[in-house]
């Protein structure tokens, strides 16, 4: 646990503020190498800051995905409240169900589209303020402290991943501040990531039975989610961009 | 001399005004605060607050770090104001715990047009609406601004130039 100098100025700056805040959660880790991390004193894994070590991504079987289930988006717009307001034209929509239909067969595949969390994002390139960015762990967010709503990440999105909030909020969750004037997408429940949890639509997915999304950790070998990607094919939207996004499809 | 003692005469004014207590009606009233006190004093968090929040704020969304306590939800467990019926109020009511100071010190803060300002499970909606004045209709009607622009429905487009 580091302990910086602090920074601030006046009668309290003596009190070391990472010690003040920390108080009562006494956590000692160790950084031994890019993901692995030696961890004292009743810590855990989950309260480790958003590392290099890992890559947040997302596997989804189009075969599972029925055509009929919208239980994903439903449990993304309940865990983030961004409901709307019933106009189509200016809800905010953080995962959608795409069909697509295959004009010659006719077969249609069913599934969701959400932000694809690239590597290589073009919504980060473009941001004029720096509020676009990418985590260490993969995950691409809006910091709604800096963004000034000028929507050039939307444009973007080969996605159509992001929506602008037009209209006041109230109401929103404390894990997912959200409010007019901002960029917004899929943050892959960052807050539950961050706690060791798995994303909302993937848990909304399991209870219907589909099982049709899978989260993990790209860069571990043993997760469920790298055994699959190596054992079958699978493909990114838009492989032609080369963004080398974080969710991945298969049986597309 | 005739200054010194003018000055020291209103110091000690003052002074006595002070020890007797008397509070000029222009300082803001702050709502009392439940919980634990902050052990590096009001002071102190008056002065900081802000440095405090925007320090985690970064904290938290780059870097991922959800162990920090100068967080404006963990403000509001101790700082929820409430109006005379006993309801908690939001940002959007002079009697919030943030806006009695900063409308005092003339400071706008935009923390609430995206952050919640109350504790999570208040219905802000109806808080909100409670503390907007109501406002007169066209057919006669009155009821609240909010209820107005739900009933409105989203504002018209502007037809398209050429």
Redesign the interface.
Known sequence: MSCGKSR?R???AD?S?RD???SG?A?ASATLAPGVTLIAFGGSPA?A??SAGNRWGLLIDANRCDAGCSACVTACADENGWAG?G?P??DAQWIRKVTLRNTTTGHETSMPVMCQHCAEPPCVDVCPTGAS?K???GIV?V???ICIGCRYCMMACPFKARSFVH????????HA??????VESCTLC??R???GGTPACVEACAATGHGAIIFGDLKDPESEISRRLAEYPSAALRPDLDLNPGVRYSNL | MRWLVLIVGLSLAWAGALAAGDRSPLWPDIPAATGAPH???N??WR??HM??MR???NLT??????????S??QCFDCHTARDDRGQVV?YADKGHFCRSCHDYAAVRVDCF????STP?GV???AA?ANALPPVRLGGGEAGSILAWLKRA??APRPEGGQ
């Open positions: 601030l006046g009668k309290g009190i503020r003040f805040l920390r959660a956590v309260e800051r958003a307001n106009d034209a200016t960015f985590r260490a762990d967010l910091d709604k402290h209209e006041p909020v109230v109401n929103q969750k404390t501040p959200r409010g007019q004037g901002t960052v807050h990531v961050d706690a | 052990p590096e004093g002071a102190y002065a900081n440095d405090l320090h985690d704020r969304v780059h870097e991922g770090d959800r162990k920090i306590a100068a404006l939800k939001t047009s995206c952050h919640r999570e219905d802000e909606t909100q429905g989203p």
